[in-house]
């Protein structure tokens, strides 16, 4: 579960400056889009956990269930 965590929390604390930046510039010209943008990058991490842990699940179903009598 390590492999498929951590590099991904890595690459998001890597990238929470830049992003709290960004989003920042954004809600001092438009706060709507700030919004938006936060919540459209929320969602794309949650939809990539997501993914990533199903096919982790996958995994171990296939490593420890199949083909065992």
Do not use: C, G, H
């Amino acid at each position: 579960m390590k492999a498929v965590r951590d590099p991904f929390e890595a690459e998001m604390f890597s990238n929470q400056k830049q992003l709290e930046d960004q989003a920042l510039a954004l809600y001092k010209k438009d706060p709507p889009s700030a919004r938006k943008f936060l919540t459209d990058y929320s969602n794309q991490k949650m939809n990539r956990v997501t993914e990533m842990f199903l096919d982790l699940r996958d995994q171990i179903i296939t490593r420890y269930t199949n083909n065992r009598e």
